[in-house]
Structures are given as C-alpha cells and as structure tokens.
Nanobody
Framework: HVQLVESGGGSVQAGGSLTLSCQAS????????MAWFRQAPGKEREGVAS?????KTYYADSVKGRFTISREKDTLYLQMDSLIPEDTAMYYC?????????????????WGQGTQVTVS
C-alpha cells in the first residue's frame, strides 16, 4: 500500500524560504519519477518540479532558479527560496508515474494529502 505524507508547509513573508518533505512508504521510492504539484484556489493543479529515476530534475519556468527538488532514502524534498505571493498554494507530492508528460497530474497515480504554503 503506497502512502505519501507531506509536511513542512506554513506561512512566510515574501523573500523567505520553506522546505517541504514527502515521506513515502510501501513504494520503490528511488526507482520511479516523482514530482511536486501545487494548486491555488480557483486554479488547476500545476506541476512544479520533478525528479526522474536517474535523478534528473525538471522545473516549471515559474520556479526555476528558486526551487530545488531532491530525494534521499524514502523522502522527497522541495527547497523553496525567494518565495513570492504567487507561490501561495496547496502543495502535493505525486508518485506512481505512468509515463508521458511529467507535469500532467493525470500521469500520476498516487498523491499525498497536501501541505499549505502561504506567502505574504
């Protein structure tokens, strides 16, 4: 049974930093592509960052140079620096990638419950 549990969200002032964590269980964590998505009120869920099975990383243009995705053992991380109000959203960890567009939510079969990030 695959379970993803996010943590690390919170409220921060613009220019600040947060680190999100996603602990995975019941999953061959290091073998597959995983990703972080976010969803702001009234907007569609969008891909933020992804890491492949070979640890190659991909970023949405809106976060390049500010966010860093990484993973260690059974935990996926998202280091977020230079945060801006537009980064305010619920952030989700995604796994069980089924191929195709790495930033398409439909290509992931497992999701965490989300962690809220608010930038003011």
């Amino acid at each position: 049974h695959v379970q993803l549990v996010e943590s690390g969200g919170g409220s921060v002032q613009a220019g600040g930093s947060l680190t999100l964590s996603c602990q995975a269980s019941g999953y061959m964590f290091s073998v597959y592509c995983m990703a972080w998505f976010r969803q702001a009120p009234g907007k569609e869920r969008e891909g933020v960052a992804s890491v492949s099975s070979r640890n190659k990383t991909y970023y949405a243009d809106s976060v390049k140079g500010r966010f860093t995705i990484s993973r260690e053992k059974d935990t996926l991380y998202l280091q977020m620096d230079s945060l801006i109000p537009e980064d305010t959203a619920m952030y989700y960890c995604a796994a069980d990638f089924r191929g195709g567009d790495i930033f398409s939510p439909e290509k992931y079969g497992r999701w965490g419950q989300g962690t809220q990030v608010t930038v003011s």
